[in-house]
C-alpha cells in the first residue's frame, strides 16, 4: 500500500514521548498509557514525517505528555500519555523537577488534566493479576507468544514501549486481513488490506522484562460496515519466579481499504456465541462514547 505501517507510528509517538518525559523527570521513565489516538490521514512513502511531543503537566510521580505527527505541517495523528519515572527496581518515584509552560498552552494543560483524571478514576490496580483472555469465544481470535531478548528493550532491562505496541498492531491488523480474505499481496494488483484508524484505552499494568515471556492475545470484538475493533491483551511470564502477570490492553480499530486507499465494505457480520454478544454491545458502547465526545 506504500503507506507507513501504524504500528511503526504508534512506536515514533511513544518513543518521542518517552524523550520529552525524560527532560522532565532526569530518570527511567516508562510509558503507563496511551490515551485515544487518533490516525487522520495516512503517511505515505516518500513523505517527510515530523514527531512532536510536549511534557504538559508534572504530577507526583508521574508526567502527561502531548505527542503528534506532522506531514508539511499538517497534523496527520495525535496521541497524548502518561509517563511514570521508576527507581531501578521499577518502582514509582517522585518528580523533582517543575515545568513552567506557556500561557497559550493552558487549554491544553486544561485538557490533559481531564484525560488524567479520568484515567485515574478508572484505574483498577488489581488489572495486573487479572490474567483471564478476554479473546475466549470469540469467532476471530490469534494467540502469539515470544522471548523478550535484548534488542526488544531500552536498555537491557525493560521492553520498548513502542516495539511491544507495533506487535500488538500486527497482531489486530493480522486478524482483519483474515476477516476480509487476504491471501497475498501482488504488486501488480494490490488487494484490499486493512490500516489502523484509532486505539482506545491503553494502559501498562506491568513492565515487561528481559527474558520474560510475552503472550498477545487478539481477537475481533465488532465489525461494522468498513471498520472493525480488535481487543488486544498482552500477558508476561517470567520462568524464574513462575510469576504470570497481566501487562495492558486495548481496543485497535481498522479500516478496510482498496488499492485507491479508499473504504471498502467489510464482509457481512453477525455476533453469535454469549462471548461475541457482549464484545460486540460493549464496542458500540465506546464508539457512541468517542462520538459524543468528538
Request: net charge positive; aromatic share 6%; hydrophobic share 35%.
Amino acid at each position: 500500500m506504500s503507506r507507513l505501517h501504524g504500528g511503526d507510528m504508534l512506536s515514533f509517538l511513544a518513543e518521542a514521548g518517552m524523550l520529552s518525559a525524560r527532560k522532565v523527570t532526569k530518570g527511567l521513565t516508562l510509558l503507563a498509557s496511551l490515551d485515544d489516538v487518533e490516525f487522520r490521514k495516512p503517511v505515505n512513502l516518500g513523505d517527510i514525517v515530523e514527531i512532536r511531543a510536549e511534557t504538559l503537566h508534572r504530577g507526583n510521580t508521574s508526567v502527561e505528555v502531548s505527542m503528534r505527527a506532522l506531514v508539511m505541517g499538517e497534523e496527520v495523528v495525535s496521541a497524548s500519555g502518561s509517563y511514570v519515572k521508576v527507581d531501578d527496581l521499577l518502582r514509582p518515584i517522585r518528580v523533582i523537577e517543575d515545568i513552567e509552560v506557556s500561557p497559550s498552552y493552558h487549554k491544553r494543560v486544561e485538557e490533559a488534566l481531564e484525560r488524567r483524571a479520568k484515567r485515574l478514576k478508572q484505574l483498577n490496580r488489581n488489572m495486573r493479576f487479572d490474567v483471564q483472555d478476554p479473546t475466549s469465544g470469540l469467532r476471530y481470535r490469534a494467540t502469539t507468544s515470544l522471548h523478550v531478548s535484548p534488542d526488544m528493550t531500552y536498555d537491557g532491562r525493560i521492553i520498548s514501549a513502542g516495539k511491544l505496541m507495533k506487535l500488538m498492531d500486527d497482531m489486530g491488523g493480522t486478524l482483519g486481513l483474515k476477516l476480509i480474505g487476504y491471501t497475498r499481496y501482488d504488486d501488480d494488483a494490490s488487494p484490499d488490506t486493512v490500516v489502523t484508524v484509532a486505539v482506545r484505552n491503553l494502559s501498562f499494568y506491568s513492565p515487561v522484562r528481559l527474558n520474560d515471556i510475552v503472550t498477545i492475545r487478539a481477537g475481533i470484538t465488532y465489525v461494522g460496515k468498513t471498520s472493525m475493533e480488535a481487543v488486544i491483551n498482552v500477558i508476561r511470564e517470567d520462568p524464574a519466579f513462575n510469576v504470570t502477570e497481566n501487562v495492558s490492553k486495548a481496543y485497535f480499530s481498522y479500516v478496510r481499504v482498496g488499492r485507491d486507499g479508499r473504504p471498502r465494505r467489510m464482509p457481512d457480520y453477525t455476533p453469535s456465541s454469549p462471548e461475541e454478544k457482549l464484545a460486540y454491545s460493549e464496542a458500540v458502547s465506546r464508539r457512541d462514547m468517542q462520538r459524543k465526545r468528538t
